[in-house]
């Protein structure tokens, strides 16, 4: 899939943009150009890197032009660039809907106007039911993806489009596991919201196989979730405590926007929502279930057994589970 591609990251140089830069280099892809807005992330990047098949390129995706000439020959997109911080966003919303809604539009038009052969966009589980506005401008960004093949011409245009979807990553940036752990080096209470609080629970090696796999087999205008386990808030507490020391905890209430539980299905996707392997898979209502079956050769079924996909119920990681995905995780140093 990768051999010989041109691909593109937006917001290339995040997190995520990195580890995915570094997986895509152990390919034979021809050239990965990194777009971003932050100058000085992008010198440390390309000195860390030192791979000359990386491009960078100073960009912004609210600028419809800039995107047209940074896409030029490129054959798969990945699109991470977003606002992505909860109360940021509630200060800031007109700004979000420029670059998540917005933005997102661009790199739509601008994927068609070059002819990208796959352009993937990587949204959140606040995408459902959202209750802050970031999550309502990454429910817009999915559904322009899923909408956009509708309006391609397929005798002009080879571009599909898709759509993920998952949690946050574990040790990300502004995720909560590094934030407990800087409150206990620092002998500092955890401020906990909720214990009742439940999360999904992914780990960056695990998001880069599920990326890299919906690349290579996912369909245009769907939306693709991983099978993910579940954690409690309490027992990520307690994991903690184990590997660094107990300090304490205080309840400090949920924030404005902020669930008690993810869902990364609701239970009305869920009556468009199969069963594919190691993933779930929410279909576009205009495609009818014999072509869908068709399309994965009858490797997929419709999901009948769950209400909705929460970590509420999802099956748990035990505290022990959690200890060894901690301790081999960059966080412990």
């Given at each position: 899939?990768?051999d ?46 030192n ?11 609210r ?26 966003i509630?200060?800031?919303?007109f ?67 898709l ?18 752990i ?36 996912g ?105 060894d ?9």
């Open positions: 899939m990768f010989g591609k041109k691909i593109l990251i937006t917001g290339g140089t995040g997190s995520l943009g990195q580890s995915l830069t570094k997986r895509l280099l152990e390919t034979n892809a021809d050239t990965i150009r990194i777009l971003s807005r932050n100058e000085s992330q992008q010198v440390d990047m390309e000195s860390e890197f791979d000359d098949r990386l491009r960078f390129l100073i960009g912004d995706i600028d419809l032009d800039r995107l047209k000439t940074a896409f030029e020959d490129i054959d798969i997109i990945y699109h991470a660039a977003a606002l992505k911080h909860v109360p940021v509630e200060y800031n919303p700004e979000a809907i420029k670059t998540n809604v917005q933005g997102s539009q661009n790199v739509i038009d601008a994927a068609l106007f070059q002819n990208v052969e796959k352009v993937i966009c990587i949204g959140t589980d606040k995408a459902v039911s959202p209750l802050n506005t970031y999550g309502a401008t990454k429910l817009l960004m999915e559904k322009l993806f899923v909408s956009a093949n509708n309006f391609l011409n397929e005798e002009r245009h080879r571009t599909k489009f759509a993920l979807r998952y949690g946050n990553v574990v040790g990300s940036s502004g995720s909560v596991i590094p934030k407990f800087k409150m206990i080096k620092d002998g500092k209470k955890i401020s906990i919201t909720d214990p009742n609080m439940t999360r999904f629970s992914i780990i960056m090696n695990q998001a880069l196989d599920f990326i890299l796999d919906c690349t290579v087999n369909n245009a205008s769907e939306i693709y979730i991983p099978k993910l386990k579940s954690y409690s808030i309490l027992d990520i507490k307690d994991a903690l405590f184990e590997i660094f020391g107990k300090t304490d905890f205080e309840q400090v209430g949920i924030r404005p926007g902020e669930k008690l539980h993810e869902v990364l299905i609701n239970s009305e996707e869920i009556r468009n929502s199969w069963d594919l392997n190691n993933k779930f898979m929410i279909s576009n209502p205009s495609k009818s279930n014999d072509d869908i079956v068709q399309n994965y050769d009858g490797k997929i079924s419709k999901i009948d057994d769950m209400n909705e996909y929460s970590s509420q119920f999802a099956t748990r990681h035990t505290k022990d589970e959690l200890i995905i901690i301790s081999k995780s960059d966080l412990v140093k």
